[in-house]
């Protein structure tokens, strides 16, 4: 091949390549746009989205006859507190958007056929995230903060003992009571959150590997019992020190890995070693 050859061939392959850059750029572009004006209209009902997270605490505080407080110690935390807030709402708010954009990327370079086979994992991926921080929000955090109020000690209205001290022995004990900061308390209901909301993603990852053939429904459930110790081992990191929280995270990794056996064995029977 001749040298002016060789320098078309090279014109011809960078001019797709440059294509697809200016393309990215557009959906990047569009994507900075939902994020910002989602960011913007949370940060005006940010008090709104904070008390809707805050409620179960709220809820805990009044089984326990406690006015429920929350304080902050530093002078920007509360204003960074709500930042974060803002900022992890407007995305959740303007993923479906962002999705449509992820979409109109990767769809030209797909056949009819990958299309139709990547199309329900895009749906379901922010189906099952809800489905999963819904779960935290509504189940998890309400029982966990109900087991971490439980060690308060000398407060009224409390039914609670510990180390065998009852309420009506409390006279002259020093009291316990919980007093979160804004900040600690974001972190953990997003920890939560997010941990809850990625582990329902199992079920598309695994899915999506059975398709490519990294994984079989056979040596899925061949592993069943590495990914017990797996499952609690995560829940133990990703959740706070708690029982409930763990519980509560690993046994829904079991059951949604068990689901994606089921659904590979129904859907990529022709993958199966048998």
Same mark, same amino acid.
Not at 138 to 161: C, D, E, K, R
Not at 256 to 265: A, H, K, N, T
């Given at each position: 091949m001749s040298k002016e050859e060789e320098e078309d061939t090279i014109e011809q392959s960078s001019a797709p390549l440059m294509d697809h850059l200016i393309e990215l750029r557009q959906r990047l572009i569009w994507v900075s746009i939902y994020i910002t004006v989602a960011f913007v209209i949370c940060f005006y009902f940010n008090e709104e989205i904070y008390r809707f997270l805050a409620q179960p605490f709220v809820d805990v505080s009044h089984k326990y006859g406690q006015d429920p407080k929350m304080i902050y110690t530093g002078m920007h935390e509360a204003f960074f507190v709500y930042l974060k807030i803002s900022f992890f709402a407007?995305?959740?708010?303007?993923?479906?958007?962002?999705?449509?954009?992820?979409?109109?990327?990767?769809a030209p370079g797909l056949y009819g056929n990958e299309k139709r086979a990547f199309l329900p994992f895009l749906i379901g991926t922010p189906l099952l995230f809800i489905l999963g921080a819904a779960l935290a929000y509504?189940?998890?955090?309400?029982?966990?903060? %109900?087991?971490?109020?439980?060690? @308060?000690?000398?407060?009224? %209205? &409390?039914?609670?003992?510990i180390a065998g001290i009852n309420k009506e022995d409390l006279a002259g004990v020093l009291s316990i009571e919980l007093l979160p900061t804004v900040k600690e308390y974001w972190s953990?209901?997003?920890?939560?959150?997010?941990?809850?909301?990625? &582990?329902? @993603?199992?079920?598309?990852?695994?899915?999506?590997?059975?398709?490519?053939?990294?994984? &079989?429904?056979?040596?899925?459930?061949?592993k069943r019992k590495f990914m017990i110790v797996a499952a609690f081992a995560f829940a133990a990191v990703m959740t706070p020190p708690d029982p409930i929280s763990q519980i509560g995270l690993g046994i829904p990794i079991l059951i949604?890995?068990?689901?994606?056996?089921?659904?590979?064995?129904l859907t990529i029977k022709d993958k199966i070693d048998v």
């Open positions: 407007a995305f959740c708010v303007s993923f479906p958007l962002i999705a449509i954009q992820i979409w109109k990327f990767v509504y189940i998890v955090i309400p029982n966990a903060w %109900n087991f971490f109020m439980s060690f @308060q000690v000398g407060l009224q %209205n &409390t039914n609670t003992h953990l209901v997003m920890l939560l959150i997010l941990a809850f909301g990625i &582990t329902f @993603q199992l079920p598309i990852l695994l899915l999506l590997l059975a398709r490519v053939g990294f994984v &079989t429904a056979k040596g899925l459930a061949e949604l890995y068990e689901i994606s056996i089921i659904l590979i064995r």
